[in-house]
């Protein structure tokens, strides 16, 4: 199957869940349902706490029959936090593989050894690559402590890539592309890795269409000399000596973010790939532009550019790179060392490199730990998406009419407006309150429930 024709979903036409694939499709639509609740809350802000998706975390044994939610019953499940966070990888799959929640799932298996215990992450949405490196990651912590084997990791969601897009305006595929394509280029083989990502990319005839008409995404990772370093960016490099150091600077050269690897590995009971150094830093460069400079979007960097000493930059750091809108990582090659690579390990034990892989294939690959499940219909849309949609277009219409009426009121000619019974509304109100409308039950002769004002 290429990648340049095929969408990913397809390569999970193998899997099946690992119960009862009823019982799933009542999760995967019960998320999609929970979000499309989350997505429809009215708030002054138009778009509430985040995008329209929906996600939950089980434990589940074959032999028995028995399914866990890890939740409670007043917080079942998770939906995504994008804006109350202003983080753009606060995704409802992320949420749902929250440092708490993966805790609950490695005690339970611990408490319940050999019973053949397996994990399934339900989403209203096929995950991105972001969510996908979590999901990799916790699988690969859970296999080195024996208490899952490969494939015991399952991953069941609802619409595609391509529903996504087409029903929400939300388009994770030419992210997702660049990942499939340093696998199907091979990047990761290469001694230079993902050095060498961009002149593969645009050699590649398959790739370089694809990037020019938008259907791919990536960031350019270059190793550079000290010499076009910003000298407040060597000096962050030199106090970090041989730690894992991320920084980021606006075109305009400010510092907007910068950390250090923030685990300690020594003591965190559980690996937390987003205390690493460049994840850390764009979470710390958002939260700056959404605190001191009140920027809404704040998960978009501006084309900032990332400085690190981290040669083997792992999956987590690079899509949290292209999904800040950043335009480069320049690694300092004379702060690159062994040892910052072997610090620098998303899931510690294993190469950021072979990791990249695993979250890298397709669906169908055994080099994942991951078996993915595509149990939606690619006829029939997310109802969270939907709602999503007619917000936003909502939106539109209510801004449009606010400009309309100013043109109208500006005019001599403003049409003079009564109801029937002889009151008269102003104009602009019946436009404002067009919610009132929404009680009406039937045509009962009982008047306007509008206020009527005298023009
Ligand atoms: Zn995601």
């Given at each position: 199957m290429s990648i340049f024709y095929e969408p990913r979903f397809k390569s999970a036409a193998g899997n099946l869940p690992p119960t009862n694939p009823l019982f799933w499709e009542i999760q995967t639509n019960q998320s999609d349902m929970a979000a499309f609740h989350a997505a429809n809350i009215t708030r002054e802000d138009p778009i509430g706490?985040?995008?329209?998706?929906?996600?939950?975390?089980w434990l589940v044994n074959r032999k028995t029959n028995e399914h866990v939610l890890i939740g409670t019953v007043q917080e079942p499940e998770d939906s995504n936090a994008v804006v109350s966070k202003g983080q753009a990888s606060a995704h409802a799959e992320a949420e749902s593989l929250s440092p708490e929640k993966r805790q609950q799932v490695k005690d339970f298996l611990k408490e319940n050894a050999e019973e053949g215990w397996e994990v399934v992450q339900v989403s209203s949405a096929e995950s991105c690559p972001s969510?996908?490196?979590k999901q990799v990651a916790f699988a690969n912590e859970l296999i080195v402590e024996d208490l899952i084997t490969s494939g015991q990791f399952h991953v069941v969601f609802k619409a595609t890539y391509d529903q996504t897009k087409e029903d929400a305006g939300f388009n994770d595929a030419p992210y997702d592309q660049t990942f499939r394509a340093i696998h199907e280029l091979g990047v990761l083989s290469r001694q230079e890795g993902l050095f060498d990502l961009e002149k593969a990319l645009l050699e590649n005839l398959g790739a370089s269409a694809q990037f020019h008409s938008g259907e791919l995404i990536y960031t350019p990772v270059n190793l550079v000399d000290d010499d076009i370093v910003p000298d407040n960016v060597l000096k962050i490099m030199r106090?970090?000596?041989?730690?894992?150091?991320?920084?980021?600077?606006?075109?305009d050269g400010r510092i907007l973010g910068q950390s250090l690897d923030e685990r300690?590995?020594?003591?965190?009971?559980i690996n937390l790939p987003e205390k690493t150094a460049i994840v850390r830093a764009i979470e710390k460069a958002s939260t700056y532009l959404r605190d001191k400079e009140s920027k809404f979007a704040s998960w978009e960097l501006e084309k900032a550019t990332v400085y690190t000493n981290i040669r083997d930059i792992g999956p987590m750091a690079y899509?949290?790179?292209l999904w800040s809108d950043l335009s480069e990582a320049k690694v300092v090659s004379s702060f690159a060392t062994d040892l910052v690579d072997e610090m620098a390990q998303e899931v510690p034990g294993i190469s950021n490199r072979?990791?990249?892989?695993?979250?890298?294939?397709?669906?169908?690959?055994?080099?994942?730990?991951?078996?993915?499940?595509?149990?939606g219909d690619p006829e029939d849309a997310s109802?969270?998406?939907l709602v999503w949609k007619a917000r936003m277009q909502a939106e539109k219409v209510k801004n449009a009419q606010a400009v309309r009426m100013d043109e109208l009121v500006a005019r001599p000619d403003l049409p003079k407006v009564r109801m029937i019974d002889g009151t008269y509304i102003n104009l602009s109100r019946l436009v404002e309150t067009s919610e009132v409308s929404?009680?009406?039950d039937g045509a009962k002769g009982k008047g306007s429930k509008l206020e009527a004002k005298p023009l």
């Open positions: 706490k985040g995008g329209p998706f929906g996600a939950q975390l969510c996908r490196s106090d970090a000596g041989e730690q894992p150091v991320a920084v980021i600077v606006h075109p300690d590995l020594g003591n965190d009971g899509s949290g790179l072979n990791l990249f892989l695993q979250v890298a294939v397709d669906y169908d690959s055994r080099k994942s730990p991951l078996s993915v499940v595509f149990n109802v969270a998406h929404s009680d009406y």
